[in-house]
Protein backbone atom coordinates (compact mmCIF):
# COMPACT_ATOMS: atom_id res chain seq x y z
CA UNK A 1 0.00 0.00 0.00
CA UNK A 2 1.15 3.51 -1.15
CA UNK A 3 -0.83 5.83 1.44
CA UNK A 4 -0.57 9.31 -0.45
CA UNK A 5 0.91 10.96 2.34
CA UNK A 6 4.26 8.73 1.30
CA UNK A 7 3.70 11.28 -1.72
CA UNK A 8 6.52 14.26 -0.67
CA UNK A 9 8.87 11.23 0.29
CA UNK A 10 8.56 9.71 -3.38
CA UNK A 11 9.04 13.08 -4.94
CA UNK A 12 12.23 13.41 -2.70
CA UNK A 13 13.49 10.28 -3.45
CA UNK A 14 12.52 11.08 -7.68
CA UNK A 15 14.08 13.97 -8.00
CA UNK A 16 14.82 16.88 -5.67
CA UNK A 17 11.95 19.15 -7.05
CA UNK A 18 10.03 19.55 -3.67
CA UNK A 19 13.12 20.24 -1.79
CA UNK A 20 13.96 22.96 -3.43
CA UNK A 21 10.24 23.88 -2.75
CA UNK A 22 9.27 22.60 -0.29
CA UNK A 23 5.69 22.11 2.28
CA UNK A 24 6.78 25.20 4.44
CA UNK A 25 5.37 27.25 1.42
CA UNK A 26 1.65 25.65 1.88
CA UNK A 27 -0.74 27.78 3.71
CA UNK A 28 -3.85 26.73 5.85
CA UNK A 29 -2.37 23.45 6.43
CA UNK A 30 -1.92 22.32 2.56
CA UNK A 31 -5.21 23.67 1.80
CA UNK A 32 -5.63 26.79 -0.51
CA UNK A 33 -8.06 29.31 1.16
CA UNK A 34 -9.50 31.81 -1.35
CA UNK A 35 -10.16 34.59 1.17
CA UNK A 36 -6.30 34.96 2.01
CA UNK A 37 -5.72 38.44 2.10
CA UNK A 38 -3.52 40.39 -0.65
CA UNK A 39 0.16 41.20 0.63
CA UNK A 40 1.27 44.96 0.92
CA UNK A 41 4.85 43.46 -0.86
CA UNK A 42 4.99 40.94 -2.97
CA UNK A 43 7.99 39.18 -4.25
CA UNK A 44 8.52 36.86 -6.87
CA UNK A 45 9.86 34.07 -3.94
CA UNK A 46 6.78 34.66 -2.30
CA UNK A 47 4.66 34.35 -5.73
CA UNK A 48 6.42 30.64 -6.52
CA UNK A 49 5.87 29.51 -3.10
CA UNK A 50 1.73 30.51 -3.21
CA UNK A 51 1.87 28.64 -6.34
CA UNK A 52 3.33 25.70 -4.92
CA UNK A 53 0.50 25.45 -2.95
CA UNK A 54 -2.72 27.22 -4.61
CA UNK A 55 -1.95 26.51 -8.80
CA UNK A 56 -5.19 24.69 -10.42
CA UNK A 57 -2.79 22.57 -12.47
CA UNK A 58 -0.60 21.69 -9.55
CA UNK A 59 -3.39 20.61 -7.47
CA UNK A 60 -4.78 18.64 -10.21
CA UNK A 61 -1.76 16.88 -10.98
CA UNK A 62 -1.89 15.77 -7.13
CA UNK A 63 -5.42 14.21 -7.40
CA UNK A 64 -4.34 12.53 -10.51
CA UNK A 65 -1.64 10.94 -7.74
CA UNK A 66 -4.08 10.12 -5.69
CA UNK A 67 -6.55 8.13 -8.46
CA UNK A 68 -3.28 6.24 -9.30
CA UNK A 69 -2.78 5.28 -5.65
CA UNK A 70 -6.38 3.50 -5.70
CA UNK A 71 -5.45 2.23 -9.03
CA UNK A 72 -2.65 0.49 -7.60
CA UNK A 73 -4.74 -0.52 -4.15
CA UNK A 74 -7.16 -2.67 -6.73
CA UNK A 75 -4.79 -4.21 -8.21
CA UNK A 76 -3.13 -5.34 -5.44
CA UNK A 77 -5.94 -7.22 -3.67
CA UNK A 78 -5.13 -10.14 -6.00
CA UNK A 79 -1.95 -10.70 -4.30
CA UNK A 80 -3.71 -11.22 -0.63
CA UNK A 81 -6.36 -13.42 0.48
CA UNK A 82 -9.83 -12.31 -0.22
CA UNK A 83 -12.51 -13.46 2.24
CA UNK A 84 -16.11 -13.59 1.70
CA UNK A 85 -19.92 -13.94 3.57
CA UNK A 86 -22.48 -15.07 2.66
CA UNK A 87 -25.76 -16.13 4.17
CA UNK A 88 -28.78 -16.69 2.98
CA UNK A 89 -33.00 -17.76 4.85
CA UNK A 90 -34.86 -20.38 3.21
CA UNK A 91 -38.82 -21.55 3.27
CA UNK A 92 -40.07 -23.68 0.99
CA UNK A 93 -43.59 -24.97 0.29
CA UNK A 94 -43.57 -28.38 1.40
CA UNK A 95 -42.36 -29.60 5.14
CA UNK A 96 -39.70 -31.88 4.69
CA UNK A 97 -37.01 -33.64 7.42
CA UNK A 98 -38.22 -35.17 10.76
CA UNK A 99 -39.67 -32.45 12.23
CA UNK A 100 -41.60 -31.05 9.12
CA UNK A 101 -40.19 -27.96 9.65
CA UNK A 102 -39.85 -26.24 5.86
CA UNK A 103 -37.17 -23.04 7.20
CA UNK A 104 -33.64 -23.08 7.75
CA UNK A 105 -30.58 -20.13 7.71
CA UNK A 106 -27.62 -20.92 6.39
CA UNK A 107 -24.39 -18.63 6.50
CA UNK A 108 -20.60 -19.24 4.57
CA UNK A 109 -17.57 -17.86 5.31
CA UNK A 110 -14.42 -18.37 2.39
CA UNK A 111 -11.22 -17.30 2.29
CA UNK A 112 -9.28 -17.56 -1.14
CA UNK A 113 -5.83 -17.18 -1.92
CA UNK A 114 -4.13 -17.36 -5.51
CA UNK A 115 -1.18 -19.15 -5.94
CA UNK A 116 -0.30 -19.09 -9.23
CA UNK A 117 -1.69 -17.10 -12.01
CA UNK A 118 0.68 -17.36 -15.01
CA UNK A 119 2.57 -13.95 -13.75
CA UNK A 120 -0.57 -12.17 -14.77
CA UNK A 121 -1.07 -10.55 -10.69
CA UNK A 122 2.66 -9.35 -10.59
CA UNK A 123 2.88 -8.39 -13.50
CA UNK A 124 -0.15 -6.06 -13.21
CA UNK A 125 1.12 -4.57 -10.09
CA UNK A 126 4.29 -3.88 -11.49
CA UNK A 127 2.62 -2.19 -14.43
CA UNK A 128 0.23 -0.24 -12.01
CA UNK A 129 3.09 0.80 -9.88
CA UNK A 130 5.15 2.62 -12.91
CA UNK A 131 2.46 4.41 -13.61
CA UNK A 132 2.07 5.82 -9.85
CA UNK A 133 5.61 6.24 -10.64
CA UNK A 134 4.87 8.23 -14.04
CA UNK A 135 2.10 10.25 -12.45
CA UNK A 136 4.50 11.26 -9.93
CA UNK A 137 7.04 12.58 -12.84
CA UNK A 138 4.21 13.65 -14.35
CA UNK A 139 3.28 16.01 -11.13
CA UNK A 140 7.36 17.17 -11.41
CA UNK A 141 6.72 18.54 -14.90
CA UNK A 142 3.55 20.29 -13.92
CA UNK A 143 5.60 21.90 -11.53
CA UNK A 144 8.58 22.55 -13.58
CA UNK A 145 5.40 24.08 -16.34
CA UNK A 146 3.61 25.82 -13.57
CA UNK A 147 6.45 27.86 -11.88
CA UNK A 148 8.44 28.76 -15.32
CA UNK A 149 4.85 30.82 -16.20
CA UNK A 150 4.83 32.02 -12.68
CA UNK A 151 8.14 33.34 -12.75
CA UNK A 152 7.37 34.56 -16.59
CA UNK A 153 4.28 36.62 -15.25
CA UNK A 154 5.93 38.08 -12.52
CA UNK A 155 8.55 39.28 -15.03
CA UNK A 156 5.65 40.73 -17.13
CA UNK A 157 4.86 43.20 -14.30
CA UNK A 158 7.98 44.12 -13.33
CA UNK A 159 8.32 45.10 -17.56
CA UNK A 160 4.95 46.85 -17.13
CA UNK A 161 6.03 48.65 -14.24
CA UNK A 162 9.00 49.73 -15.40
CA UNK A 163 7.29 50.60 -18.58
CA UNK A 164 4.95 53.09 -17.49
CA UNK A 165 8.55 54.72 -15.42
CA UNK A 166 9.68 55.31 -18.58
CA UNK A 167 7.23 56.76 -20.36
CA UNK A 168 5.96 58.87 -17.10
CA UNK A 169 10.08 60.17 -17.58
CA UNK A 170 9.26 61.14 -21.37
CA UNK A 171 6.18 63.16 -20.37
CA UNK A 172 7.89 64.78 -17.76
CA UNK A 173 10.62 65.72 -19.96
CA UNK A 174 8.57 67.49 -22.41
CA UNK A 175 7.20 69.14 -20.13
CA UNK A 176 9.75 71.03 -19.21
CA UNK A 177 10.58 71.42 -22.57
CA UNK A 178 7.53 72.75 -22.99
CA UNK A 179 7.96 75.16 -20.21
CA UNK A 180 11.29 76.31 -21.66
CA UNK A 181 9.89 76.76 -25.21
CA UNK A 182 7.04 79.04 -23.72
CA UNK A 183 9.60 81.12 -21.87
CA UNK A 184 11.43 81.58 -24.77
CA UNK A 185 8.64 82.74 -26.46
CA UNK A 186 7.10 84.89 -24.15
CA UNK A 187 10.84 86.72 -24.09
CA UNK A 188 11.03 86.93 -28.02
CA UNK A 189 13.46 84.71 -28.77
CA UNK A 190 11.16 81.33 -30.45
CA UNK A 191 7.87 81.40 -32.80
CA UNK A 192 5.13 80.61 -31.98
CA UNK A 193 5.79 77.38 -34.18
CA UNK A 194 8.19 76.01 -31.45
CA UNK A 195 5.51 76.23 -28.73
CA UNK A 196 2.84 74.50 -31.02
CA UNK A 197 5.40 71.62 -31.96
CA UNK A 198 5.84 70.92 -27.96
CA UNK A 199 2.44 70.56 -27.14
CA UNK A 200 2.04 68.72 -30.17
CA UNK A 201 4.71 66.15 -28.61
CA UNK A 202 3.71 66.30 -25.13
CA UNK A 203 -0.09 64.84 -26.42
CA UNK A 204 1.48 62.31 -28.31
CA UNK A 205 3.40 61.02 -25.69
CA UNK A 206 0.13 60.39 -23.15
CA UNK A 207 -1.11 57.73 -25.51
CA UNK A 208 1.35 55.47 -24.67
CA UNK A 209 1.53 56.40 -20.87
CA UNK A 210 -2.02 55.68 -21.21
CA UNK A 211 -1.31 52.03 -22.74
CA UNK A 212 1.52 50.81 -20.23
CA UNK A 213 -0.65 51.51 -16.78
CA UNK A 214 -3.38 49.37 -18.69
CA UNK A 215 -0.55 46.82 -19.58
CA UNK A 216 0.30 46.58 -16.39
CA UNK A 217 -3.34 46.57 -14.61
CA UNK A 218 -3.42 42.76 -17.03
CA UNK A 219 -0.30 41.98 -16.34
CA UNK A 220 -0.94 41.70 -12.70
CA UNK A 221 -4.24 39.23 -13.50
CA UNK A 222 -2.81 36.87 -15.56
CA UNK A 223 -0.21 36.56 -12.86
CA UNK A 224 -2.93 36.54 -10.34
CA UNK A 225 -4.27 33.61 -12.31
CA UNK A 226 -0.75 31.99 -12.56
CA UNK A 227 -0.23 31.72 -8.73
CA UNK A 228 -4.14 30.55 -8.54
CA UNK A 229 -4.64 33.20 -6.20
CA UNK A 230 -9.18 33.73 -6.25
CA UNK A 231 -11.24 35.87 -4.18
CA UNK A 232 -14.33 37.12 -3.63
CA UNK A 233 -13.77 39.66 -0.45
CA UNK A 234 -14.75 43.36 -1.51
CA UNK A 235 -11.58 44.12 0.31
CA UNK A 236 -9.50 42.36 -1.52
CA UNK A 237 -11.11 42.98 -5.48
CA UNK A 238 -9.18 46.38 -6.12
CA UNK A 239 -5.94 45.96 -3.86
CA UNK A 240 -2.98 45.74 -5.53
CA UNK A 241 0.63 44.69 -3.39
CA UNK A 242 3.63 46.49 -4.11
CA UNK A 243 5.63 44.17 -6.43
CA UNK A 244 9.26 43.96 -5.53
CA UNK A 245 12.36 43.16 -8.14
CA UNK A 246 14.10 44.77 -10.81
CA UNK A 247 14.61 43.32 -14.45
CA UNK A 248 18.20 43.07 -13.97
CA UNK A 249 20.98 41.37 -16.33
CA UNK A 250 23.10 38.94 -15.04
CA UNK A 251 25.41 36.90 -17.09
CA UNK A 252 24.81 33.42 -17.71
CA UNK A 253 26.21 30.62 -19.87
CA UNK A 254 24.84 27.16 -21.10
CA UNK A 255 26.97 24.66 -23.08
CA UNK A 256 24.89 22.92 -25.64
CA UNK A 257 26.28 19.46 -25.30
CA UNK A 258 25.89 19.55 -21.49
CA UNK A 259 22.47 20.71 -21.55
CA UNK A 260 21.29 18.25 -23.69
CA UNK A 261 22.64 15.80 -21.67
CA UNK A 262 21.09 17.05 -18.81
CA UNK A 263 17.96 16.97 -20.65
CA UNK A 264 17.81 13.63 -21.34
CA UNK A 265 18.47 12.90 -18.04
CA UNK A 266 16.47 15.28 -15.34
CA UNK A 267 13.63 15.90 -18.34
CA UNK A 268 10.21 14.75 -16.01
CA UNK A 269 8.47 14.29 -19.14
CA UNK A 270 10.97 11.63 -20.33
CA UNK A 271 11.55 9.72 -17.58
CA UNK A 272 7.75 9.60 -17.29
CA UNK A 273 7.38 7.75 -21.02
CA UNK A 274 10.61 6.20 -19.85
CA UNK A 275 8.36 4.24 -16.54
CA UNK A 276 5.21 3.78 -19.03
CA UNK A 277 7.03 1.71 -21.47
CA UNK A 278 8.52 -0.56 -18.92
CA UNK A 279 4.94 -0.90 -17.42
CA UNK A 280 4.02 -1.59 -21.08
CA UNK A 281 6.49 -4.61 -21.16
CA UNK A 282 4.54 -5.63 -17.59
CA UNK A 283 1.07 -5.58 -19.43
CA UNK A 284 2.50 -7.78 -22.47
CA UNK A 285 3.19 -10.03 -19.55
CA UNK A 286 -0.34 -9.78 -17.78
CA UNK A 287 -1.83 -10.32 -21.25
CA UNK A 288 0.29 -13.77 -21.84
CA UNK A 289 -0.86 -15.45 -19.12
CA UNK A 290 -4.15 -16.07 -20.20
CA UNK A 291 -2.63 -18.99 -22.02
CA UNK A 292 -1.57 -20.66 -18.68
CA UNK A 293 -3.81 -22.17 -16.06
CA UNK A 294 -4.39 -20.55 -12.53
CA UNK A 295 -4.42 -22.35 -9.10
CA UNK A 296 -6.09 -20.94 -5.99
CA UNK A 297 -6.02 -22.20 -2.61
CA UNK A 298 -9.60 -21.93 -0.69
CA UNK A 299 -10.86 -22.49 2.49
CA UNK A 300 -15.01 -22.58 4.05
CA UNK A 301 -16.43 -23.26 7.01
CA UNK A 302 -20.14 -23.34 6.96
CA UNK A 303 -23.26 -23.15 9.38
CA UNK A 304 -26.70 -24.05 8.38
CA UNK A 305 -29.87 -23.87 10.89
CA UNK A 306 -33.25 -25.74 10.60
CA UNK A 307 -36.27 -23.48 12.49
CA UNK A 308 -36.83 -26.17 14.74
CA UNK A 309 -33.39 -26.89 15.97
CA UNK A 310 -32.01 -26.19 19.00
CA UNK A 311 -28.76 -26.97 18.24
CA UNK A 312 -26.07 -23.83 18.12
CA UNK A 313 -24.58 -23.06 15.57
CA UNK A 314 -26.76 -25.37 13.64
CA UNK A 315 -27.42 -28.80 12.09
CA UNK A 316 -24.42 -28.84 9.98
CA UNK A 317 -21.13 -27.54 9.76
CA UNK A 318 -17.74 -27.78 8.95
CA UNK A 319 -14.54 -26.77 7.22
CA UNK A 320 -14.23 -27.02 3.51
CA UNK A 321 -10.45 -26.86 2.54
CA UNK A 322 -9.30 -27.31 -1.24
CA UNK A 323 -7.71 -26.18 -4.23
CA UNK A 324 -9.64 -25.25 -7.40
CA UNK A 325 -7.91 -24.76 -10.60
CA UNK A 326 -9.15 -22.98 -14.18
CA UNK A 327 -7.28 -23.21 -17.70
CA UNK A 328 -8.36 -21.84 -20.93
CA UNK A 329 -7.77 -24.76 -23.31
CA UNK A 330 -9.45 -22.64 -26.29
CA UNK A 331 -11.04 -18.89 -25.52
CA UNK A 332 -11.16 -18.19 -29.27
CA UNK A 333 -8.33 -16.74 -29.77
CA UNK A 334 -8.91 -14.12 -27.22
CA UNK A 335 -5.93 -14.54 -25.57
CA UNK A 336 -4.02 -13.71 -28.62
CA UNK A 337 -6.30 -11.13 -29.60
CA UNK A 338 -5.00 -9.54 -25.72
CA UNK A 339 -1.17 -10.20 -26.68
CA UNK A 340 -0.91 -8.18 -29.67
CA UNK A 341 -3.02 -5.07 -28.33
CA UNK A 342 -0.29 -5.10 -26.02
CA UNK A 343 2.75 -5.34 -27.90
CA UNK A 344 1.39 -3.15 -30.22
CA UNK A 345 0.50 -0.60 -26.77
CA UNK A 346 4.43 -1.53 -26.35
CA UNK A 347 5.73 -0.03 -29.56
CA UNK A 348 3.54 2.53 -28.91
CA UNK A 349 5.31 4.01 -26.52
CA UNK A 350 8.54 2.92 -27.20
CA UNK A 351 8.02 5.55 -30.55
CA UNK A 352 6.31 7.85 -27.84
CA UNK A 353 9.44 7.89 -25.95
CA UNK A 354 11.92 8.23 -29.19
CA UNK A 355 9.77 11.18 -30.59
CA UNK A 356 9.75 12.94 -27.00
CA UNK A 357 13.58 12.68 -26.81
CA UNK A 358 13.89 14.19 -30.28
CA UNK A 359 11.44 16.92 -29.38
CA UNK A 360 13.36 17.54 -25.99
CA UNK A 361 16.58 17.84 -28.19
CA UNK A 362 14.66 20.55 -30.28
CA UNK A 363 13.45 22.03 -26.99
CA UNK A 364 16.90 22.60 -25.76
CA UNK A 365 18.24 23.71 -28.76
CA UNK A 366 15.93 26.37 -29.47
CA UNK A 367 16.17 27.79 -25.80
CA UNK A 368 19.79 27.82 -26.28
CA UNK A 369 19.38 29.89 -29.54
CA UNK A 370 16.76 32.03 -27.97
CA UNK A 371 19.00 32.86 -24.91
CA UNK A 372 21.79 33.64 -27.59
CA UNK A 373 19.67 36.11 -28.83
CA UNK A 374 18.51 37.88 -25.77
CA UNK A 375 21.71 37.51 -24.20
CA UNK A 376 23.32 39.86 -27.04
CA UNK A 377 20.48 42.26 -27.55
CA UNK A 378 20.85 42.58 -23.52
CA UNK A 379 24.98 43.69 -24.02
CA UNK A 380 23.82 45.87 -27.14
CA UNK A 381 21.06 48.04 -25.09
CA UNK A 382 23.37 48.65 -22.48
CA UNK A 383 25.48 51.06 -24.38
CA UNK A 384 22.64 52.28 -26.75
CA UNK A 385 20.68 53.93 -23.24
CA UNK A 386 24.11 55.65 -22.73
CA UNK A 387 24.91 56.97 -25.56
CA UNK A 388 21.31 57.95 -25.92
CA UNK A 389 21.60 59.60 -22.50
CA UNK A 390 24.78 61.30 -23.92
CA UNK A 391 23.01 62.74 -27.02
CA UNK A 392 20.06 64.32 -24.87
CA UNK A 393 22.34 66.36 -23.09
CA UNK A 394 23.94 67.80 -25.51
CA UNK A 395 21.29 68.27 -27.77
CA UNK A 396 19.87 70.29 -24.61
CA UNK A 397 23.17 71.94 -24.21
CA UNK A 398 23.30 73.15 -28.35
CA UNK A 399 19.80 73.79 -27.82
CA UNK A 400 20.56 76.26 -25.00
CA UNK A 401 23.62 77.75 -26.93
CA UNK A 402 21.41 78.28 -30.01
CA UNK A 403 23.22 76.14 -32.49
CA UNK A 404 20.33 73.33 -32.41
CA UNK A 405 16.49 73.53 -33.09
CA UNK A 406 13.85 72.28 -30.65
CA UNK A 407 13.53 69.59 -33.33
CA UNK A 408 16.95 68.26 -32.66
CA UNK A 409 16.11 68.14 -28.68
CA UNK A 410 12.66 66.36 -28.99
CA UNK A 411 14.44 63.90 -31.89
CA UNK A 412 16.99 63.04 -28.88
CA UNK A 413 14.31 62.40 -26.49
CA UNK A 414 12.40 60.23 -28.31
CA UNK A 415 15.66 57.79 -29.46
CA UNK A 416 16.15 57.91 -25.30
CA UNK A 417 12.62 56.93 -24.52
CA UNK A 418 12.88 54.15 -27.35
CA UNK A 419 16.60 53.12 -26.28
CA UNK A 420 15.25 52.64 -22.63
CA UNK A 421 12.27 50.50 -23.52
CA UNK A 422 14.31 48.30 -25.63
CA UNK A 423 16.37 47.90 -22.80
CA UNK A 424 13.72 47.21 -20.70
CA UNK A 425 12.29 44.79 -23.19
CA UNK A 426 15.97 43.18 -23.77
CA UNK A 427 16.31 42.32 -19.93
CA UNK A 428 12.76 40.77 -19.67
CA UNK A 429 14.01 38.43 -22.50
CA UNK A 430 16.56 37.30 -21.06
CA UNK A 431 15.54 36.94 -18.19
CA UNK A 432 12.76 34.41 -19.58
CA UNK A 433 15.31 32.92 -22.23
CA UNK A 434 17.50 31.81 -18.94
CA UNK A 435 14.26 30.61 -17.41
CA UNK A 436 13.00 29.13 -20.19
CA UNK A 437 16.25 27.15 -20.66
CA UNK A 438 16.98 25.66 -17.39
CA UNK A 439 13.39 24.30 -17.74
CA UNK A 440 14.31 22.83 -21.06
CA UNK A 441 16.90 20.94 -19.47
CA UNK A 442 14.69 19.84 -16.48
CA UNK A 443 16.30 21.92 -13.79
CA UNK A 444 14.27 22.73 -11.18
CA UNK A 445 13.40 26.53 -10.29
CA UNK A 446 16.56 28.20 -8.46
CA UNK A 447 14.53 30.29 -6.09
CA UNK A 448 14.74 28.20 -2.66
CA UNK A 449 12.14 29.38 -0.22
CA UNK A 450 14.09 29.01 3.45
CA UNK A 451 11.58 31.02 5.09
CA UNK A 452 8.05 30.60 6.02
CA UNK A 453 5.22 32.28 4.06
CA UNK A 454 4.59 35.28 5.80
CA UNK A 455 3.57 38.66 3.93
CA UNK A 456 6.57 40.64 3.52
CA UNK A 457 7.00 43.50 6.35
CA UNK A 458 5.94 46.91 4.48
Known amino acids: MVPFMRLTRL ?46 AIRQAKERIKEQEGVVLEVRSAQIPNVSASGGYQRSAVEVGPTGENRYWSFNVTARQNLYTGGAVSASVKAQQLSLDA ?13 LDVRTRFYTVLLSREKIKVQEQNVELLQRQ ?4 KNRFEAGT ?32 TLRQAIGYTTTSEPNVTKVPEFLGTLEFTPASFDL ?19 LTTAAEQGVIARRAGYYPNLALF ?20 WTVGLSSSWDIFDGRA ?21 SQLAVDVDVRRAISNFQQANELAEASKKVVEQAEEAVRLANARFNAGTATQLDVLTSQVDLTTARLNQLQAYYTYNVAVATTRNAMGLQDELRPTKELNYPAN
Not at 30 to 36: A, M, R, T, V, Y
Not at 178 to 181: I, N, S, Y
Not at 299 to 318: I, L
Not at 335 to 355: D, P
Request: proline letters at 5%.
Open 11 to 56: ILTGASLLAALPAIAQLNDGKPDPEFSVPPRLDLEYALAFALDNSF
Open 135 to 147: AILSFQAVINDAL
Open 257 to 275: RSALATAREQRPDLQRLQK
Open 335 to 355: TAGRVVQARSFLEQTKLALAE
Open 299 to 318: GAYDWRKTAGSNNFPGERDG
Open 178 to 181: LQDV
Open 190 to 221: VSNFEVLRAEVALANAQPALITARNDYRLSIE
